[in-house]
């Protein structure tokens, strides 16, 4: 169980990767993730995106796809 709960956070993506897939900055992946836009998870406080959801966004085949958290912090404010 721990072995797969492993693999699983091996394989997400922080906002970095998801910036250089999609090709925007950082702080676009955090504005359209707090918007509810982009799915993600929370994992320890950390903002974490699955792949496949990323790639599904990409393709225009996650239209209606919420958050279902908001991210705190400063990552949002001040756009840069």
């Known amino acids: 169980m721990e072995a797969q709960a492993q693999d699983l956070t091996e394989t997400l993506w922080d906002a970095r990767d998801v910036a250089r897939y999609l090709k925007v900055s950082r702080s676009w992946v955090y504005q359209k993730a707090e918007a509810g836009l982009l799915?993600?998870?929370?994992?320890?406080?950390?903002?974490?995106?699955?792949?496949?959801?990323?790639?599904?966004?990409?393709?225009?085949?996650?239209?209606?796809?919420?958050?279902?958290?908001?991210?705190?912090?400063?990552?949002?404010?001040?756009?840069r």
């Open 39 to 79: 799915p993600y998870l929370k994992v320890g406080g950390l903002v974490r995106f699955v792949p496949e959801r990323i790639r599904e966004f990409a393709l225009g085949s996650a239209s209606g796809v919420t958050a279902s958290r908001s991210i705190s912090g400063s990552h949002g404010s001040g756009g």
